[in-house]
T-cell receptor, first 114, second 108 residues
């Protein structure tokens, strides 16, 4: 009964390809996030969705497009992958619109762009 | 703008020694501060938050607004405390800023 799940766990692909990472939460939360963790373990928010609406978009290139078909899912599609996109991507969810609430994280997706 | 600084990338202590993981923040309003932890091969999870004023696994953190700090402390380190620790700040609607993380290594 995993709370926040991501697929795939590992993703290795060539530069220029388009790929997607899926995230699902079964906690009944209404807010979901995508974070990027770089090679130095720096964790930075990319997007936040509340009730399927985009709330935060942190100067992420247009090649990254999140999609939330419903409150339980937030997928991340990346076009024209670049070497610098290699990182671990974490999905998270929380309840309520306040960022004071605890965030629950997925296991991460390690993306390697060759 | 909100910013979180964790000056130490790696902190090594012996088992039984006191631990202090430093966190300083920059925010113009009233922030809410958190500590998240990532144990080996596990997902990132909340350790404690300022608003709860709780002690979790022997860890405490006090918000010092004068020094804009939220250091994480534990009087006696245990081997199972070895992990990556992230300080985080929430200053507004759904935006949480994480520090760069400190790896705590407890030496047996």
């Amino acid at each position: 009964d995993t709370a926040v799940s991501q697929t795939p766990k590992y993703l290795v692909t060539q530069m220029g390809n388009d790929k997607s990472i899926k995230c699902e939460q079964n906690l009944g939360h209404d807010t979901m996030y995508w974070y990027k963790q770089d090679s130095k373990k720096f964790l930075k928010i990319m997007f936040s969705y509340n009730n399927k609406e985009l709330i935060i978009n942190e100067t992420v290139p247009n090649r990254f497009s999140p999609k939330s078909p419903d409150k339980a899912h937030l997928n991340l599609h990346i076009n024209s992958l670049e070497l610098g996109d290699s990182a671990v991507y974490f999905c998270a969810s929380s309840q309520g619109g306040s960022a004071y609430n605890e965030q629950f994280f997925g296991p991460g997706t390690r993306l390697t762009v060759l | 703008a909100q910013r979180v600084t964790q000056p130490e990338k790696l902190l090594s202590v012996f088992k039984g020694a006191p631990v202090e993981l430093k966190c300083n923040y920059s925010y113009s309003g009233s922030p809410e501060l958190f500590w998240y932890v990532q144990y080996s091969r596990q997902r990132l999870q909340l350790l404690l938050r300022h608003i709860s004023r709780e002690s979790i696994k022997g860890f405490t953190a006090d918000l010092n607004k004068g020094e804009t700090s939220f250091h994480l402390k534990k009087p006696f380190a245990q081997e199972e405390d070895s992990a990556m620790y992230y300080c985080a700040l929430s200053g507004g609607y759904q935006k949480v800023t994480f520090g760069t993380g400190t790896k705590l290594q407890v030496i047996p």
